[in-house]
């Protein structure tokens, strides 16, 4: 699978005669060892107290880690899975498994045990690494799978689970301690998988995404630049991004490049806990999801203060709010950087830095341009197309299936069947999304969600967005229904906001300013509560089965 | 040449399952183009007046310029020769040419007549693109070449020279005017050559170095990073490195990437027009060789002031020295970073920041530390061996052989015979170097000027300088010289400061402190002057040929 299978080299062109070196995550590691030795790793973990090693401390261990792997019978290309939060023992994991030449699969532990199970057979992974946290989860879901030849606790002796269903359970600290200091390391095509991550789909199974060494490398390199998160070896990284999902994003394998030192906050990712670790060990810039931001907010408040050495927090997964933004910026001069991702792009595609213009304006005028996705980091192509495929102009209006294409993202799922890719080989993202004239994409909804109205889109979480403000509207969603003449309008569904229901004549006399006329709702409904999912997002798929019987007036 | 031809597969390993995306360089204009396209490029033209391009417009030039390039017969794998210094237009020839899979190949117009007409012979150009400045030069060294089919003076109509020569020479802008604005550029094999920069060895004909687009690429991410130069959106630079030298150290691929505004100084490098184009266009960070900023020094001492946005300067090429370093950051606040590469390194290889346990230190105590030469950049390995070939180690005395490796270094020249490399695939820099256990490395001599001394080497450079310290030493050369017991043993070759000439005994008083007491010279000899070669190195074979006779009393 390399590079040259699918790009031949033009007639008569000539190579290039520079190394053929390939590009391997594991050398990351001992590059930080070498040139990073004595940058700590801190560690909140598990058994309790805060843990403390060097990259040079790292690299001896994850050596003795190799040597485990290849005594338990890993070979390359298997699967070994983890079931583990961030820290020192679960990074050691990712450079000695993907070092190798066999993949680090990171089991999300917030499946549902049926899903847990599906993955480890669907992997067909050969060793579980856990967490003691997840002591009752491995007991319960991760007995019977054929293919788990062991089950390691990361952990020593002393903390042995007591259940008796893992009394066959192998002890971490106990298999290294009996291993020598050097494992020297292969060679290998950087096209070579590294690590392993299941998306989370909210329909069918989950679905396997196989990163290369070759697509974390450059992955990382993007990471270090300036025009996404910057890492320097002055920084103190603290990923609240679990280490489970989509390697929490790429950090394990950027801040050795950078010499950054890390900063792991193990189980607790409660606000007044982040704020602790981030306070006492001067961590510069951290990674995560809005709700963590909520609950870091929530601590800075209740202190008074920010974390002493805390500048900025990149928000991915969900898009930022300008509440979040503006307590951040304005209340703790702590900056705010959107981002956009996917598992399937390893993750990140794009990241919100303010070009020199937006500098000069007022907060205000800069707000609508920061709570934008971002720009596309150099590698990843974006696109935006109608239904037929045909690209749409990037004036930051027209709002089209948003297209992703670049070294770092999924061609095919592990096992997969039918090519995910478009015809000419790109990766639709299932967004909506607009790209301004500078470039920052914006996404404005969900491709399954869009509200096709007459051969034009109205965006059901703009319509969302616009509808809360009315003062007697607590919750709304918004789903398009079938309609004779314009093939789908909007039904506008409401939690009021007390007894005192408004009419869909109110709402839309309200909204008729917020946007196109042609998206005012056609019908209201209401309802006790919206079905909302774990991460806090609508579930539509519910709504659209609790008002399957609706139809507008005007339908016959 | 792809990259799995040379690491295979482990038996087993599965492939991931990223996309086969080339890394091209062409792309990265195209980049700007999108997300930074009215972010300009501002040069000082040959024909006098400033110029101002944005990404957008050079990136329609550009390929304006692949349909010229095709019109005027130019096929994958044809070497396409640059005689120009650094301006938008030589961007637009870098960028066309390799996209279009050709090679652009930059000549260095300090060469000699023979030495230009030998490598336009060896790399058999098909074009050559020259600015005006260099007419004469052309007329007369570049006309018998059998491989050029036409030579394009890079102005307009207006500015045809008037030399009777070169009347059949074309005009830039007029085939420009005359090409569409789009060009589909093709996708090929990453590891395709893209430039090519002959080196300017001391011995022996110039060496040509192939970069391929991969190499080009990953260098570009790495220029990007905050290790290296750290290039951003909010960045101006000025790259001082002419674009015939290494590509200008990768500037012109790692601008667009960052989105940083370029500033192109033409002709003029002396101070005070440096001085002035960087005060005018708010240059933040420039990059060049010790000389050239010793000619800004002079500049900011004259106006009293530096050019006002600039922040930061990167010196390669040569050591930088102390009272450089003290009067850019003491005098002027202007930061220094030392770098070091080579031609045959894309060029960068280290680079020298601070790690912020350095940054606690006085001045006086971080000297010595930014004086060496720097950290690797990941992705290159260094290494210091004996003459064994054995690794020395990393402990800041130890000196060896440097040796590099990785994904853009060399691993042979252009019709190059027997392998530059290694038995296991290194490189020899010909530099003999220290590694710190920080990882700094330091460059002590050139590995044929090293003095071999009883099994123990002695420093040339580091013993010159300490020489020069003696009030009565106006110039120091050291040299090894024949020496019946110890194998070789250090002359000291001299300029006196003065009639009053010191005896031996009077210098070794002097370095006693300052040397280890084995490196005293054994002898010493006056000349009236050191031979110095074009860049102001000591010519050490002259020396050599000069004291050829020459024996030490106690030698037989």
New interface residues.
């Given amino acids: 699978?390399?590079?040259?299978?699918?790009?031949?080299?033009?007639?008569?062109?000539?190579?290039?005669?520079?190394?053929?070196?390939?590009?391997l995550v594991t050398?990351?590691l001992e590059?930080a060892a070498?040139?990073?030795?004595?940058t700590e790793i801190i560690s909140r973990s598990v058994e309790g107290p805060i843990h403390r090693i060097t990259y040079a401390g790292l690299w001896t261990r994850t050596q003795k880690l190799a040597h485990t792997l290849v005594a338990l019978g890993i070979?390359?290309?298997?699967r070994v899975a983890t079931l583990a939060w961030n820290h020192w023992r679960h990074i050691e994991l990712y450079f000695a498994v993907a070092g190798i030449?066999a993949?680090c699969h990171t089991i999300n532990p917030r499946l549902s045990g049926d899903q847990m199970k599906y993955i480890i057979d669907h992997a067909e992974d050969k060793l579980l690494f856990f967490d003691l946290t997840f002591a009752d989860a491995v007991a319960a879901n991760c007995k019977g799978s054929p293919s788990l030849k062991a089950r390691i606790a990361l952990s020593d002796a002393a903390h042995k689970p007591a259940n008796p269903v893992l009394a066959d359970v192998l002890m971490y600290e106990d298999l290294l301690a009996a291993q020598p200091d050097l494992y020297d390391f292969?060679?290998?095509?950087?096209?070579?998988?590294?690590s392993l991550c299941y998306t989370s789909g909210t329909t069918g199974h989950p679905k396997g995404?196989?990163?290369?060494?070759?697509?974390l490398t450059?992955h990382?390199?993007?990471v270090?630049?300036?025009?996404t998160m910057?890492?320097?070896?002055?920084d103190r990284a603290l990923p609240v991004v679990p280490m489970f999902h989509v390697n929490a994003w790429g950090l394990p394998y950027a801040a050795p490049?950078?010499?950054c030192s890390l900063v792991m906050p193990g189980a607790k990712l409660d606000g007044p806990s982040l704020f602790d670790l981030m306070d006492t060990e001067n961590v510069t810039c951290s990674q995560g999801v809005p709700t963590v931001w909520m609950g870091l907010l929530a601590a800075m408040r209740d202190k008074g203060r920010k974390p002493k050495a805390l500048t900025r927090v990149l928000v991915g997964g969900a898009a930022v709010s300008e509440m979040l933004i503006d307590a951040f910026e304005k209340e703790f001069g702590v900056e705010v950087n959107h981002a956009w991702g996917m598992t399937e792009m390893?993750p990140l595609g794009v990241v919100n830095?303010l070009?020199?213009?937006f500098l000069k304006q007022t907060r205000a005028e800069q707000m609508p341009q920061k709570l934008k996705q971002g720009?596309?980091i150099?590698g990843v192509d974006l696109r935006i197309v109608d239904e037929d495929g045909k690209a749409l102009p990037?004036d930051g209006k027209s709002a089209g299936h948003l297209q992703v294409?670049?070294?770092?993202?999924?061609?095919?799922?592990?096992k997969?069947g039918e090519s995910p890719?478009t015809a000419d080989?790109w990766?639709d993202t299932g967004d909506i999304a607009t790209l301004d004239?500078?470039?920052y994409m914006q996404i404005t909804d969900r491709a399954k969600d869009v509200i096709k109205s007459g051969g034009e889109w109205i965006s059901s979480v703009d319509l969302e967005n616009a509808a809360l403000g009315h003062p007697k509207i607590a919750q709304a969603a918004v789903i398009g229904m079938p309609h004779e003449k314009w093939l789908e309008r909007p039904l506008l569904i409401c939690v009021a906001n007390g007894p005192d229901k408004p009419t869909l004549d109110e709402v839309n006399e309200y909204l008729v300013s917020k946007v196109p006329k042609w998206w005012l709702p056609d019908a209201i409904a209401f309802v006790e509560a919206i079905p909302l999912g774990a991460t806090g997002k609508i579930q539509k798929t519910k709504l659209r089965e609790q008002f399957k019987d609706f139809a507008f007036k005007s339908t016959p």
């Avoid at 070979?75 to 298997?78: F, Q, V």
Wanted: hydrophobic share 35%; proline share 9%.
């Fill in positions: 699978m390399s590079k040259s299978s699918a790009f031949a080299t033009l007639p008569g062109a000539l190579p290039g005669l520079m190394m053929d070196r390939p590009l050398p990351l590059f070498q040139y990073h030795g004595d070979k390359p290309g298997d030449g993949i292969p060679e290998f095509d950087e096209n070579t998988a590294a995404v196989l990163y290369s060494h070759r697509a450059l990382s390199y993007a270090c630049t300036t025009a910057g890492l320097s070896v002055h490049m950078s010499g390893t830095t070009k020199p213009r720009r596309a150099f990037h294409r670049g070294p770092w993202i999924v061609k095919q799922y592990l997969g890719l080989g990766f004239p500078d470039g």
